[in-house]
C-alpha cells in the first residue's frame, strides 16, 4: 500500500517546468514586481505568467527572452538559474521520500518531522 505523504515523482520535465516557474515568480518578488505590472512590462497576460510561475506551461523562448528583459536577467542566466533551483528541490524531495519511506516510524511522526523539514525548508527559501 502506498502512503499518502510521500511525495510524488514528477517526470524530470515537469520538474524543469517548476524549476523555472520557482526561479521566474522569486525574480520578480526581488524586483519588487506585481504579477500584474510584469504582465504590463511583458505583453504577456496576467493568467498566462501565474500558471507559467505555477509550473504549470512550458513558456517558449519568446516569452521567456520577455520575462528575462522585463527582470533584467539573459536567457542563459535564466536557464542555468532555474537548473540551480531544481538541484535544490531534487534535494528536498530526496529527504521527504526518505522520510516516507521509513518503516520504524509511524504515519504520525513521519507528519510531524515533515511538517518540521518543510518549515526549515522554506526558512531558508
Not at 533551483?85 to 521509513?102: F, H, K, N, R, W
Amino acid at each position: 500500500m502506498s502512503d499518502p505523504e510521500a511525495p510524488a515523482s514528477p517526470h524530470p520535465w515537469e520538474q524543469q517546468r517548476q524549476a523555472m516557474g520557482a526561479f521566474i515568480r522569486h525574480q520578480r518578488e526581488l524586483a519588487n514586481m506585481s504579477l500584474r505590472q510584469l504582465s504590463q512590462v511583458t505583453r504577456i497576460s496576467n493568467a498566462y505568467l501565474s500558471q507559467i510561475e505555477r509550473g504549470m506551461h512550458d513558456p517558449t523562448v519568446r516569452v521567456l527572452l520577455q520575462i528575462g528583459d522585463a527582470l533584467h536577467l539573459s536567457l542563459e542566466e535564466m536557464l542555468q538559474k532555474a537548473e540551480e533551483t531544481q538541484g535544490a528541490e531534487d534535494s528536498v524531495l530526496s529527504v521527504e521520500a526518505a522520510i516516507a519511506a521509513d518503516t520504524v516510524l509511524t504515519t504520525e511522526e513521519k507528519k510531524a518531522l515533515l511538517a518540521v523539514y518543510r518549515t526549515y525548508v522554506s526558512a531558508h527559501a
